[in-house]
């Protein structure tokens, strides 16, 4: 090995593994938000890999229940998106908490992809940014706890009517709210 190897051998092992990781991994039974959110150390808390989380990563969530509300802001690129999967369909719960949204993603060339959300707030997916795709997603069972007020609530919605090119894509959603108590709920917005 040679002096330049050598250099660049002490360079790499002292910058985070994340910083280059195209695959970040979750798991809610066996991570813990310490690890380098590797398959064999994965995060607990999708939190900590959405600020992780750079144009071209994957962020794969174990099945399992997650009791957090999200604020995912990292944007991926037109030929870098950020993906963000659960390892089976549904398998990984989203549960939001208190009276607003669940998921808010603000975060362009993002995708959302198999996720099963319920909660307490008025929200379960709400994107802001543009070249989004929320898909295969079951959104359901979200409570309105903060009452039927001019901000409504939805399953899914873009609130953002100045984002363009977001597509929402074979989702099913339901139980949203009360039926007949607010008018202002919808399933998808």
Same mark, same amino acid.
């Given at each position: 090995?040679?002096?330049?190897?050598?250099?660049?051998?002490?360079?790499?092992?002292?910058?985070?593994?994340?910083?280059?990781?195209?695959?970040?991994?979750?798991?809610?039974?066996?991570?813990?938000?310490?690890?380098?959110?590797?398959?064999?150390?994965?995060?607990?808390?999708?939190?900590?890999?959405?600020?992780?989380?750079?144009?071209?990563?994957?962020?794969?969530?174990?099945?399992?229940?997650?009791?957090?509300?999200?604020?995912?802001?990292?944007?991926?690129?037109?030929?870098?998106?950020?993906?963000?999967?659960?390892?089976?369909?549904?398998?990984?719960?989203?549960?939001?908490?208190?009276?607003?949204?669940?998921?808010?993603?603000?975060?362009?060339?993002?995708?959302?992809?198999?996720?099963?959300?319920?909660?307490?707030?008025?929200?379960?997916?709400?994107?802001? &940014?543009?070249?989004?795709? !929320?898909?295969? /997603?079951? $959104? +359901?069972? *979200?409570?309105?706890? =903060?009452? %039927? #007020? @001019?901000?409504?609530?939805?399953?899914?919605?873009?609130?953002?009517?100045? &984002?363009?090119?977001?597509? !929402?894509?074979? /989702?099913? $959603? +339901?139980? *949203?709210?009360?039926? =007949?108590? %607010? #008018? @202002?709920?919808?399933?998808?917005?």
């Amino acid at each position: 090995m040679n002096f330049n190897q050598k250099i660049l051998i002490t360079i790499l092992s002292s910058i985070s593994i994340n910083s280059f990781a195209s695959e970040l991994y979750l798991s809610v039974q066996n991570g813990k938000d310490s690890n380098t959110g590797t398959a064999s150390a994965p995060f607990r808390t999708i939190q900590m890999a959405a600020v992780l989380a750079q144009p071209g990563t994957t962020v794969q969530l174990a099945s399992g229940t997650y009791t957090e509300n999200l604020k995912t802001t990292v944007s991926g690129t037109s030929s870098a998106r950020i993906h963000y999967v659960s390892d089976s369909k549904g398998g990984a719960k989203i549960i939001g908490t208190g009276t607003e949204v669940a998921w808010l993603n603000n975060g362009s060339y993002v995708d959302i992809d198999g996720f099963d959300v319920s909660g307490s707030g008025r929200l379960g997916i709400q994107n802001e &940014a543009s070249f989004v795709v !929320i898909k295969n /997603n079951h $959104v +359901h069972d *979200i409570q309105v706890s =903060g009452g %039927c #007020n @001019g901000s409504g609530g939805a399953g899914i919605v873009n609130s953002n009517y100045s &984002a363009p090119d977001n597509d !929402i894509i074979g /989702n099913v $959603v +339901h139980n *949203i709210g009360t039926p =007949g108590a %607010c #008018n @202002g709920v919808q399933g998808i917005w």
